[in-house]
């Protein structure tokens, strides 16, 4: 047993050490960055680089529009893959067929799905004819404040299969003998997902929604594919802000930006699973 386990380290050895000299040791060097000077010398600043990065007009609008996004984005992918993977249940093996569709998104190269979308959303693409086939106006996507309906499809259409594809997973764990007594009952199909559905899904639903919200913190990618370094404010997020400081090679707001970020994103997560650890003391 024990040369079991001696074997084992040496097969994990390769990938912790990548994980230490990759993550684990810049991540303590972030630190030492962001309370010093950045001159010759790195004098110690103490909270002096936080202070000056929170005074900063352009990091508390990247924080804001960051925040802004994934309370859209999240919900949005939630709610979005939950119906879908419904729809799919109800299809059976015929679904499999549609899973794949949806997922491929999420597999294409960003640099494919980038050309399609500035081909749909282009002042004179089809996203605008439709428009004007209705009687609006053309709209400037790419320019306005209107831009986050370009982003936002961006990172759904890329996103959805992935949550589709789990929640299709504990779907299909839930006992169909619970559905046809309810049906006996009279309970209506709003009511079997409400009090069967939701019920014993509910830790892979907050999976999902946890996972939907990560990744719309990582909006910044479809953000910098339509719009560039610097965007239309509406779309100004803070890794816009993280990547202009480090083209100009201020490492000391990069980290700061970072580390502030690191402790609210853990803040609101630390939230999350305390409603969660609470609503499974309650059931």
């Not at 010759?40 to 103490?46: I, K, P, T, Y």
């Not at 929170?54 to 309370?71: A, C, I, P, Y």
């Not at 998104?105 to 439709?130: C, H, Q």
């Not at 999976?207 to 509406?234: R, T």
């Amino acid at each position: 047993m024990f040369k079991q386990k001696r074997m084992l380290l040496v097969f994990l050895l390769p990938g912790m050490l990548g994980l230490l000299v990759f993550y684990v040791l810049p991540f303590f060097g972030g630190i030492y960055f962001s309370v010093t000077d950045g001159t010759r010398q790195n004098a110690f600043v103490g909270m002096a680089n936080y202070l000056s990065v929170w005074q900063n007009q352009m990091f508390r609008l990247g924080l804001v529009n960051t925040l802004q996004l994934s309370l859209i984005c999240a919900p949005l992918i939630f709610v979005s893959s939950f119906l879908l993977a419904g729809l799919l249940k109800g299809l059976g093996e015929r679904s499999k067929g549609y899973r794949n569709v949806l997922l491929l998104p999420y597999l294409m190269p960003s640099a494919a799905m980038l050309i399609l979308f500035l081909l749909l959303f282009d002042y004179g693409g089809p996203v605008n004819r439709a428009l004007q086939a209705l009687g609006m106006p053309r709209v400037l996507w790419k320019e306005s404040d209107a831009m986050r309906v370009p982003v936002i499809a961006l990172y759904v259409w890329k996103n959805l299969g992935f949550s589709v594809v789990i929640f299709s997973s504990a779907l299909q764990a839930v006992p169909g003998a619970l559905y046809e007594y309810a049906q006996l009952e009279g309970a209506s199909r709003l009511r079997q997902e409400i009090s069967i559905t939701l019920p014993m899904i509910s830790p892979t639903a907050f999976l999902v929604f946890v996972l939907a919200w990560i990744n719309a913190f990582k909006i910044f990618k479809e953000v910098y594919f339509i719009g560039g370094s610097y965007p239309d404010m509406s779309c100004y997020t803070l890794q816009h802000f993280m990547n202009n400081m480090f083209q100009r090679l201020n490492y000391q707001y990069v980290t700061t930006a970072a580390y502030s970020f690191a402790v609210i994103v853990l803040a609101l997560f630390g939230v999350l699973y305390a409603i969660e650890a609470r609503r499974r003391v309650v059931m």
